[in-house]
T-cell receptor, first 110, second 111 residues
Framework: GQQLNQSPQSMFIQEGEDVSMNCTSSSIFNTWLWYKQDPGEGPVLLIALYKAGELTSNGRLTAQFGITRKDSFLNISASIPSDVGIYFCAGQFGNEKLTFGTGTRLTIIP | DGGITQSPKYLFRKEGQNVTLSCEQNLNHDAMYWYRQDPGQGLRLIYYSQIVNDFQKGDIAEGYSVSREKKESFPLTVTSAQKNPTAFYLC??????????FGSGTRLTVV
């Protein structure tokens, strides 16, 4: 099955830095979503986007639904230690099951 | 509080044994899903069910079986035919939109 391409695969940053990651697909989606997985836990939904060009924020997180409907971006501002984890993008077409990205692992260097 | 519960959190299996992982939700969600996650890897879909008494194979169904006799429950059996079962297993549910609620996972280890 298809997996969306996420980049970067991993990031090592210092506390306080901003983070950017993106997700691309070969096919279009009606909905883009971003999930975060803490170590040893299940992913939790962070942001959902429903319209091409939409820009949505959730605290320090901002995500955008790409104009082509084939990509999405997630930014985290002023990172803090609890931002550590794996971030997954996911796309949905209609009411079909989600297609997940390969994940971006975020590590904060002391 | 509504949620999705996976049990056990840790499970050890001897080679050649079948084991069943439990997934229960009280969110009244129609759809349920099982994913496998290997270290440093993404989520791979094993099976999913969109309605009671019906389920479909995902991308890596070989060596696994499921049942959906009740809306609340979607157990996953890892059979002896699954040659490399050591992994982190995640169950999720949804109303059919993209808002999945995940359980906290079961870590299965073959000993």
């Amino acid at each position: 099955g298809q997996q969306l391409n996420q980049s970067p695969q991993s990031m090592f940053i210092q506390e306080g830095e901003d983070v950017s990651m993106n997700c691309t697909s070969s096919s279009i989606f009606n909905t883009w979503l971003w999930y975060k997985q803490d170590p040893g836990e299940g992913p939790v939904l962070l942001i959902a986007l429903y319209k091409a060009g939409e820009l949505t924020s959730n605290g320090r997180l901002t995500a955008q639904f790409g104009i082509t409907r084939k990509d999405s971006f997630l930014n985290i501002s002023a990172s803090i230690p609890s931002d550590v984890g794996i971030y997954f993008c996911a796309g949905q077409f209609g009411n079909e099951k989600l297609t997940f990205g390969t994940g971006t692992r975020l590590t904060i260097i002391p | 509080d509504g949620g999705i519960t996976q049990s056990p959190k840790y499970l050890f299996r001897k080679e050649g044994q079948n084991v069943t992982l439990s997934c229960e939700q009280n969110l009244n969600h129609d759809a349920m899903y099982w994913y496998r996650q290997d270290p440093g890897q993404g989520l791979r879909l094993i099976y999913y069910s969109q309605i009671v008494n019906d389920f479909q194979k995902g991308d890596i169904a070989e060596g696994y079986s499921v049942s959906r006799e009740k809306k609340e429950s979607f157990p996953l059996t890892v059979t002896s035919a699954q040659k490399n079962p050591t992994a982190f297993y995640l169950c999720a549910s949804s109303i059919g939109d993209g808002h999945y609620t995940f359980g906290s996972g079961t870590r299965l280890t073959v000993v």
